[in-house]
Structure formats: C-alpha cells, structure tokens
C-alpha cells in the first residue's frame, strides 16, 4: 500500500469579494493565448511590513483592474487601489514604501505608494508584461514582457526604462538574487519550442544576459533561496502528458543539480525563510481532486516531504517573513492561507 500524507496543518480560509468586469474580444483572444501557454495570469500574492504595522498582502484582481490590500493580522482588506487593464504581477519594494503592479493589457506598471494606498507614477513597458521584481537596493525594477521575448529594466528613482533586454520565448517569472548581481527569468518556450523552458541570468552590473539555462517543460516561475546559492525554476507540465517539476540550480554554475517531481500544473513557488523549505500551489495535485494543493519540499533532500489541500485552483503563493504562515490566492475560490504550527504525519 503506498504511504498516504495526512496533513496536520491548521487551515483557514476567508473571502475577497472580487466584483466581475466585462471582457471586450481583443482581451478574449489573449486570455486564450495564455491558457495555450498554461499560464496563469491571475492573483499574485507578496507579503511586506509597513511602518512597524502588521503586514500586509497585495493580491492582484485581473477582473476588476485593481488590487486588494489585506491586513494579515485580521485577514481584512483595508482597501482597494486601481491600477490598469488585467493586472497580473505585483511585489513590493525592499524598504516597503512602493508596490509595483503589472497591468498586462495596458502594457504598463503601477507604482503605488503603501502609506497612501495610491498610485504615484505609471511606467509604460513592453507588450503583454507578467511579472515584476524590485533589485534588493530598490534601484531597479525587471518586467517581463511575455509577447515580446524581453526583460524592461526600470530606474524606480525616474520611473523611465533605462534599458529592454532580448531574454528566451515568451518570458514570465523572474526574481533577482539576494545579493543583486543575478536576475533570473524563466521563459515558458511557447509552441515553436515544443514548450522547452529555459532560464536566462542577467547580470546586473552590465545588464546582459550572461547565461541561459535548460530548465524544463513550461518554466514559469523561479524564487531563490535566501542565502542565495540555489534557483527553484517551476515547470508546468500543461498538457498532463509530462511530469511537472521543480529545477534546482546552482547559481555559482548556473547548472541544474536536481529536479523535484510535484503535482500538476504547479502556479506558484515560494521558499522558507530559513530556506529549509520550498512551497509549490499545486492546480491538480490528484487525478480525481476537485481542489487545489500546497507540495511542501525538503530543500535537504529535495523531495515533496507534505502536501497540503486549500482552495480551488491555486495561483498565487507567499511566505510571511517569519516564515509562520503561507499565503495561497485560490483563482476558483476564496482566498486561503496555511497556518504551519504543526508537523505533518504520515501513515501507512
């Protein structure tokens, strides 16, 4: 009989009411192209304190062209800032001051200002940009622009691209290394490449691409670990005819040291703090599953150790900084987040 994970993991689970928006054919067709992709461009979650405040989370509403912002001690949005066209990506800057929201049909970047909840400035970029992360000085900011195979690089002092950078096809995720001399940015491939994904490392100090990497099917997001020395590339198998997987890489070779097999159609990857763990939200954990799920992987043995059921469709996921909880955007459902107070069992 095989072993069985028993989840021992309090969960709780509340709601953001979401209003619809209508959709307009142009925006149709893009939606179809990126569910070809098996990309999900809904609800990106990213977690920051604010003036010794509890802190907060920003989810993206793509419908309603708008973020909530959510205070994590009480699990209520406190307010509701507009952005532009379908917002996609969102992270916020390293002295918490800035949120940084891509707007993927209005090809541009809101910047808003957390004390005021408002927007201060609008960056125009490349064309169908995802996602977005902030250098650790907060000087810089990387976009991927997913229709145009590039990486926009903007000064957050000017608010203006300083430079477009030509990465793999059809880039989405990217994360800038702890020390902020790497960017990684994982290229999904597209159909011309059969999917093949791929990782291009950008050195920042001259802002070209100094390697590329051979991930796996469909890479779409990448996180490092906090010391730095490894890349957790997801790969999204989004045909179901292949293994989804998590890439580990060295970041002092660039090469690939191990891959992780997780459920199918992973939408999100997140590490622990102490970077003893790796959160994959799971689509499909299961053939028969309904719901969404969390894979918790061992970063010692690199190996799904836990996995956590939440909500339907899970899109979005992020560590608190005391690593205490994860927060989960469930596309299909409310809202969940996974309390960790308590070991996982398993049984027989």
């Given at each position: 009989?095989?072993?069985k994970?028993?989840?021992?993991?309090?969960?709780?689970?509340?709601?953001?009411?979401?209003p619809?928006?209508a959709?307009?054919?142009?925006?149709?067709r893009?939606?179809?192209?990126?569910?070809?992709?098996?990309?999900t461009?809904?609800?990106?979650?990213?977690?920051?304190?604010?003036?010794?405040?509890?802190?907060?989370?920003?989810?993206?509403?793509?419908?309603?062209?708008?973020?909530?912002v959510?205070?994590?001690?009480?699990?209520?949005v406190?307010?509701?800032?507009?952005?532009?066209?379908h917002?996609?990506?969102?992270?916020v800057?390293?002295?918490?001051?800035?949120?940084?929201?891509?707007?993927?049909?209005?090809?541009?970047?809101?910047?808003?200002?957390?004390t005021?909840?408002k927007?201060?400035?609008?960056?125009?970029?490349?064309?169908y940009?995802?996602?977005?992360?902030?250098?650790?000085?907060?000087?810089?900011?990387?976009?991927?622009?997913f229709s145009?195979g590039?990486?926009?690089?903007?000064?957050?002092?000017?608010?203006?691209?300083t430079?477009?950078?030509?990465?793999g096809?059809?880039?989405?995720?990217?994360a800038?290394?702890?020390?902020?001399?790497?960017?990684?940015?994982?290229?999904?491939g597209?159909?011309?490449?059969?999917?093949?994904g791929?990782?291009?490392?950008?050195?920042?100090?001259?802002?070209?691409?100094?390697?590329?990497i051979?991930?796996?099917?469909?890479?779409?997001?990448?996180?490092?670990?906090?010391?730095?020395?490894?890349?957790?590339?997801?790969?999204?198998?989004?045909r179901?005819?292949?293994t989804a997987?998590?890439?580990v890489?060295?970041?002092?070779?660039?090469?690939?040291?191990a891959l992780?097999s997780?459920?199918d159609?992973?939408?999100?990857?997140?590490?622990?703090?102490?970077?003893?763990?790796?959160?994959?939200?799971?689509?499909?954990?299961?053939?028969n599953?309904?719901?969404g799920?969390?894979?918790?992987?061992?970063?010692?043995?690199?190996?799904?150790t836990?996995?956590?059921p939440v909500?339907?469709?899970?899109?979005?996921?992020a560590v608190?900084?005391?690593?205490?909880?994860?927060?989960?955007?469930?596309c299909?459902?409310?809202?969940?987040?996974?309390?960790?107070?308590?070991?996982?069992?398993?049984?027989v």
């Amino acid at each position: 009989m095989k072993n069985k994970s028993i989840s021992t993991i309090s969960i709780d689970t509340f709601s953001i009411p979401l209003p619809s928006a209508a959709m307009s054919n142009k925006a149709r067709r893009e939606d179809t192209l990126i569910r070809a992709f098996g990309i999900t461009t809904l609800a990106i979650l990213i977690l920051v304190s604010v003036a010794g405040a509890a802190p907060f989370a920003y989810v993206t509403n793509s419908d309603s062209n708008n973020i909530s912002v959510i205070d994590t001690a009480t699990n209520k949005v406190t307010a509701t800032v507009d952005v532009g066209e379908h917002p996609a990506g969102v992270t916020v800057s390293p002295d918490g001051k800035k949120v940084y929201v891509v707007n993927s049909r209005s090809n541009t970047v809101s910047v808003i200002n957390t004390t005021t909840n408002k927007v201060i400035g609008t960056v125009k970029v490349g064309i169908y940009p995802q996602k977005v992360a902030v250098s650790p000085d907060g000087n810089k900011a990387y976009v991927t622009d997913f229709s145009y195979g590039t990486v926009s690089i903007i000064d957050t002092t000017t608010n203006k691209v300083t430079a477009t950078l030509k990465v793999g096809n059809f880039p989405f995720g990217v994360a800038v290394s702890p020390d902020g001399k790497k960017v990684y940015v994982a290229n999904s491939g597209g159909d011309s490449t059969n999917f093949t994904g791929t990782v291009s490392v950008i050195d920042t100090a001259t802002d070209t691409v100094a390697a590329t990497i051979h991930t796996g099917n469909n890479s779409l997001g990448v996180a490092f670990s906090p010391d730095g020395t490894k890349a957790y590339v997801m790969n999204s198998n989004i045909r179901h005819d292949s293994t989804a997987t998590i890439s580990v890489i060295d970041t002092s070779t660039n090469e690939l040291t191990a891959l992780v097999s997780v459920g199918d159609i992973p939408c999100g990857v997140a590490v622990s703090p102490d970077g003893k763990k790796v959160y994959v939200a799971i689509q499909f954990p299961g053939p028969n599953s309904l719901t969404g799920a969390v894979d918790i992987i061992d970063t010692a043995a690199n190996k799904v150790t836990a996995t956590v059921p939440v909500g339907r469709a899970p899109c979005g996921i992020a560590v608190t900084s005391d690593g205490a909880k994860v927060y989960v955007v469930n596309c299909a459902s409310p809202v969940s987040y996974t309390h960790l107070t308590l070991p996982t069992k398993r049984i027989v």
